[in-house]
């Protein structure tokens, strides 16, 4: 049966990665990036490396590319580069020993029954204001509207900002801000009324602007730049809080995704300071010292009333008795912290890429070699 299992899994792996390098933007721009690079280590020595990880992982290294191992620049060890997890392995390998992904896709990916979830379990959350499925638009208590009613609530909103989200979008994509002008929103020039909503072909939810600590506001001011926790269940049934990074937008961005451009920032998990004093890309080896739209010294980064906030995470993860391992989306608010979304797939490589190799935060569920 293990001859099998680890069978299947080289095949699925090996159709996996051929897809991914020919098909999928992120990784074509990681190869792209290595075959342009006029700073890469010798040839042999880049061979050598690949097979060493593949040895050591039983898949081929794509985390290899994602992070520039192969730069010149690289200061890591085999043995440190060894720490970062193949994304097929935890996705594959990991992550199945916690939860049904396939399942949990269906609930928390839907951001309408994630709405829903957050209220039933009674989630701090961002305000979802309006819900759009199919052919009707609904309010937060599912309440049906019309154009009248649409507008009078749109008309009572006190924030100037909205975020219309796809109800399965991933990673920032296709997400329309909305900007209040007099007693109106607005998409750029277009007024975001009814009919605009209605004549979305996708689900959307409709989320007031969250307000959030000046202390982040001070990071980038245009984003609300949100923690990335990541807590897992223990054999013992505790929750821990495993790693954790704050996303930053960049260049003026309004969204903090690190897929869109944003940046990225390990988070020291007992005490709230950045790990590094230096923020990094999802991918490659770059640096960021300071945020280069704002100046903002990563070195003074310290999450707010983190021991208060830090203490909230574990009940609220403790209360989600659906998943064991979660990533969690959260802004940083003067009252506390707001749960934005829930995440089972969330981004293996960008976590790594700012905390180093997570291998020692799962070692006991390394259990098969491939």
Wanted: hydrophobic share 35%; aromatic share 12%.
């Amino acid at each position: 049966m293990h001859y099998f299992t680890v069978l299947k899994h080289k095949l699925i792996e090996k159709i996996r990665t051929l897809y991914l390098i020919n098909f999928n933007y992120r990784y074509k721009d990681n190869i792209q990036r290595y075959k342009l690079s006029k700073n890469k280590k010798n040839k042999g020595l880049i061979k050598a490396e690949i097979k060493q990880l593949k040895d050591y992982w039983g898949c081929y290294p794509l985390q290899y590319f994602n992070h520039d191992f192969y730069s010149k620049d690289c200061t890591l060890s085999m043995e440190e580069m060894k720490q970062f997890i193949p994304s097929y392995y935890f996705y594959r390998i990991i992550f199945p020993q916690f939860d049904d992904s396939k399942y949990l896709l269906n609930i928390v990916e839907d951001k309408i029954i994630m709405d829903t979830l957050f209220k039933g379990m009674g989630y701090p959350s961002a305000n979802v204001i309006i819900k759009k499925k199919a052919n009707y638009v609904f309010n937060s208590d599912g309440t049906t509207l019309n154009y009248q009613t649409f507008q009078e609530l749109l008309e009572m909103c006190t924030c100037n900002k909205l975020f219309i989200k796809p109800v399965h979008g991933r990673g920032g994509c296709g997400i329309l801000v909305a900007k209040r002008k007099g007693k109106a929103f607005y998409i750029k020039d277009n007024e975001f009324d009814y009919h605009f909503l209605i004549n979305l072909k996708d689900n959307y939810v409709i989320e007031e602007a969250i307000v959030q600590h000046d202390a982040i506001t001070a990071v980038y001011p245009h984003s609300v730049n949100t923690l990335r926790a990541i807590t897992k269940r223990n054999t013992a049934g505790l929750i821990e809080i495993v790693a954790m990074t704050l996303r930053m937008g960049s260049n003026g961005s309004e969204i903090d995704n690190t897929s869109a451009g944003g940046l990225v920032i390990g988070i020291n998990s007992e005490s709230g300071c950045a790990l590094k004093n230096y923020a990094t890309r999802e991918y490659g080896l770059e640096q960021f010292f300071e945020h280069p739209d704002t100046g903002y010294q990563f070195e003074q980064l310290k999450i707010p009333n983190w021991l208060e906030n830090k203490k909230k995470l574990i009940e609220l993860a403790n209360k989600n008795i659906i998943m064991n391992l979660v990533g969690w989306d959260i802004a940083i608010t003067n009252d506390g912290i707001l749960v934005i979304e829930i995440n089972t797939l969330f981004g293996i490589d960008g976590l790594q890429s700012a905390l180093g190799g997570l291998e020692n935060k799962f070692s006991e569920n390394k259990t098969l070699k491939i």
